[in-house]
């Protein structure tokens, strides 16, 4: 009973608590003593009400909902900017919002559950405001859904004072201005280009230069030649050979990192060669390559993207579903690859459950203490890791359990032993530059016995070509043979989804001016994992989702290029807007805010002052090539998945209006599978399945009808269907609103 009298402050007040998301209100219930029955996503136990948002439940209000004049977009209104900007619930939010402003009326304070970070104090306050709440508020800062932790937490509760909603106010400005930077700079360009659809924002436009300026400098990528110098010798006493390469000194390389003329490295090797007595000396130097830490969600997607071929979409809808569905995983937004203490303490109930889960077993050493347990890294998430939750594996679709025994597998390394490896050195000085070799031996395999992670998730070295075997100390060696060779120069290789997020998380090696690749990095520096970032965990997939459906940029296998449109858009931007430049400096200004030294009008103005000397610059000349424009004026049935445009009705099926410029998307009526199962995909089916992935369908099974769920995918933009069982109802009340919305439909059905 200790949570709740913590809650209840020791007396009769009603409570209601009011967490960011299903998981965490639910974890928050379980730590209260007593019983209590989840009924719409709301929990009573005593006189404590715990309920929770989906994400954001409000959004900005929209241009034409302010005046019905900004529905048809002219130069003449921009830019666009209002003074009170208003919130109001998304979509089919509504009844959410309107079901927690009714709870504010039955308790007697509120408790703040928000994220313990900018964001998460945001989207509860911005509830608050809302509903005009006059009613105090505590706040409680939870990064671990773990009971104790958690128990923790509301022993140390607060005031939602002045202070934290400033904190709220700096996520709320930097919204409000992401949403002055779409609205103008994307109204002005589609104006001035006549093309619709040109879309322009703070992440999206730097994230598009990634990928134009590494595509046109393998464009323009000349083949240079440059030489290498390598050498063999002998010690006589022990009997050994060893093959050295040239490290020329820095002053010495052409364009700093090669030697370009022929001729300089053949005057070196004649020097180096003509006094072959030298000393060599042998250091001895012994390491541990640690296991790669857990995941979080930017180095997983990139995981699954380079192992799986798992677009960063893909990856982060699964982890969506492992989470709600099956509570088979932690918080999977996370940006952070570390875990708390609480997290060690626990390993040893965790990771026999994680185990038999997987049917495999590892000899774990619950001992060992891996560097990723350490409550100072992290931030307001920890690593994504495997609960205890007692889920049907065997229900887990095939991607979605590469996914889970990915995330398992990392978390059961932390507590396997290290790599050992030898390292023997050998070097000659010479006036030119170190003639080096290396030799490693592993003397014990340690976790690479049982897993062999991504090259990019390892800290493993390359190995040597040359093999010697010294004690330390300095030997003779005589010099006795020499070989130039000749090599050529190779252009950046082209991005993937999984090396895009990973430059996107440290994007600031990218930046010139100091002192705005100091601030991007300063604004990451309690982030293990980031370095320098534009956008978060949330957004990353999405932005490069929309650049996809602009057109801005297209796959071709793994790799991501850019179109000819794209790499138009990209030079005809402004510079204030195609650089990460704008998310150091809106940082900063969020800090002031936090401070109380600044508002959400400061930061507005700061793109205002940036956008208005556009309106009144001669872009005449400006152009962009690409697709064909597409003017189709057929009513829409849904939004296509591959390119974004809109999906219309005729006579063979329900395809893209984009077919011209190579879409494929389509819901053919007479598909092979839908004659398969004697079905033909009709309006309605058309417009469930584009919406929301899936649909109910009937079929015969015998003499029996029976029901199950049609599920929508693309494989190499075409359309793929898949059916499954329609989940069992749980009558514990932790089902899945997605699971309850399939239960209300079946009973329609």
């Known amino acids: 009973m200790y949570l709740f009298r913590i809650v209840q402050r020791r007396n009769s007040m009603r409570s209601l608590i009011i967490a960011e998301k299903p998981e965490l209100g639910r974890a928050i219930a379980a730590a209260i003593d007593g019983s209590g029955k989840e009924v719409r996503g709301v929990i009573r136990k005593q006189n404590v009400i715990i309920t929770w948002a989906y994400g954001h ?113 700096s996520a709320y400005a930097r919204a409000v201005a992401d949403y002055v930077v779409g609205i103008n700079y994307s109204r002005l360009f589609s104006l001035l280009l006549r093309r619709k659809g040109m879309s322009v924002g703070r992440v999206q436009s730097p994230t598009l230069g990634l990928i134009v300026m590494r595509d046109e400098a393998i464009d323009h990528h000349v083949k240079q030649k440059y030489y290498e110098l390598h050498t063999g010798g002998h010690i006589a006493e022990p009997d050994t050979s060893i093959r050295f390469q040239l490290k020329p000194k820095s002053d010495l390389l052409d364009d700093g990192k090669h030697i370009l003329h022929r001729n300089i490295m053949e005057d070196m090797e004649r020097d180096i060669m003509a006094k072959p007595d030298q000393k060599v000396k042998i250091d001895e130097k012994f390491m541990d390559v640690k296991p790669p830490l857990p995941f979080n969600l930017a180095k997983l997607q990139a995981h699954m993207n380079a192992r799986y071929g798992f677009d960063l979409s893909k990856t982060d809808q699964i982890t969506q579903t492992l989470r709600d569905r099956y509570q088979a995983i932690t918080y999977n937004r996370s940006d952070s690859q570390y875990l708390k203490e609480e997290h060690f303490q626990e390993a040893d109930k965790v990771l026999p459950h994680v185990m038999s889960k997987l049917n495999e077993q590892y000899p774990v050493d619950y001992k060992l203490h891996s560097e990723c347990f350490n409550d100072k890294y992290v931030t307001a998430h920890h690593a994504i890791i495997p609960t205890m939750s007692d889920f049907n594996i065997a229900q887990l679709l095939p991607d979605e359990r590469r996914v889970y025994e990915e995330i398992c597998r990392y978390y059961i390394m932390q507590f396997l032993p290290p790599i050992r490896k030898r390292q023997l050195s050998a070097i000659i000085k010479t006036e030119y530059g170190d003639l080096r070799a290396t030799s490693t031996y592993v003397l014990d395999e340690g976790y690479k016995k049982y897993f062999t992670p991504e090259k990019e998730d390892s800290q493993e070295e390359e190995e040597d070509d040359s093999r010697f075997d010294l004690p330390k100390g300095t030997y003779p060696i005589q010099l006795v043979s020499s070989e ?177 410029n190579g879409c494929k998307f389509a819901l053919w009526k007479e598909d092979r599978f839908f004659q398969s199962i004697e079905k033909e995909v009709t309006l309605p089916m058309a417009e469930k399945l584009l919406k929301d992935k899936y649909c109910l369908v009937k079929l015969k099974e015998g003499e029996q009808e029976i029901i199950k769920v049609l599920q929508l995918g693309v494989r190499n933009g075409r359309a793929v269907y898949r059916l499954v069982d329609v989940p069992k109802k749980d009558t514990s009340a932790k089902q899945s609103d997605a699971e309850a919305a399939l239960h209300a439909e079946q009973k329609k059905t």
């Open 484 to 660: 130039l060779q000749e090599k050529e120069t190779n252009p950046p290789k082209r991005y993937t989804q999984a090396s895009l997020i990973r430059d996107m998380t440290s994007i600031a090696k990218y930046v010139q001016d100091k002192e705005i690749k100091d601030i991007l990095k300063k604004k990451d520096k309690d982030k293990k994992g980031e370095n320098g970032s534009i956008g978060t965990s949330a957004t990353r997939s999405q932005i490069v989702e929309t650049l996809i459906k602009r057109r801005y940029v297209e796959m071709k296998g793994k790799n991501i290029i850019s179109t000819q449109l794209g790499k138009d858009f990209y030079h005809l931007l402004p510079e204030e807007i195609k650089k990460p430049d704008l998310t150091a400096k809106w940082w900063v200004i969020q800090e002031d805010i936090k401070e109380g030294n600044a508002d959400v009008k400061t930061l507005v103005d700061s793109v205002l002052e940036a956008f208005v000397p556009h309106l009144k610059k001669d872009y005449s000349h400006l152009r962009v090539s690409g697709e064909v424009e597409i003017d189709d004026d057929r009513k829409a049935v849904g939004i296509c998945p591959v390119c974004g445009n809109k999906i219309v009705e005729n006579s063979k099926g329900f395809g893209c209006v984009n077919y011209r």
């Open 57 to 169: 439940l409000l959004r900005l209000c929209e241009p034409d909902e302010y005046d019905g004049k900004y529905k048809k977009w002219k130069k003449e209104d921009l830019p666009i900017c209002f003074e009170n900007w208003k919130l109001v619930p998304d979509g089919n939010k509504k009844d959410r919002v309107e079901q927690i402003m009714a709870l504010m009326q039955e308790c007697d304070q509120i408790i703040h559950a928000g994220d313990p970070d900018d964001e998460g104090q945001f989207l509860i306050d911005e509830i608050l405001d809302y509903a005009q709440n006059e009613k105090p508020v505590k706040r409680v800062y939870i990064n671990d859904n773990t009971p104790a932790n958690i128990k923790k937490a509301f022993h140390d509760l607060i005031d939602n004072d002045e202070k934290l909603r400033a904190v709220g106010r």
